[in-house]
């Protein structure tokens, strides 16, 4: 089971502010007994006045 999503999603905030959410998710099975798994989440926003891009979170995982 090999599979990667991606999801994006904008936002229209106060003030003429906007963001702009990026996230992934995805597993890969390399051998039955040999899992990856990996998530990512970003955001771009000029909330402050200039644009700005930050990961929020990233995570990988192995199962054996």
């Given at each position: 089971?090999?599979?990667?999503?991606?999801?994006?999603?904008?936002f229209d905030l106060k003030d003429g502010a906007e963001a702009n959410s990026f996230e992934?998710?995805?597993a890969y099975m390399f051998h039955p007994r040999l899992k990856f798994t990996n998530e990512l989440r970003g955001i771009n926003t000029n909330r402050s006045g200039k644009w700005e891009t930050d990961p929020q979170e990233l995570k990988l995982k192995e199962y054996y």
């Open positions: 089971m090999n599979f990667q999503d991606i999801r994006y999603r904008y992934t998710e995805g």
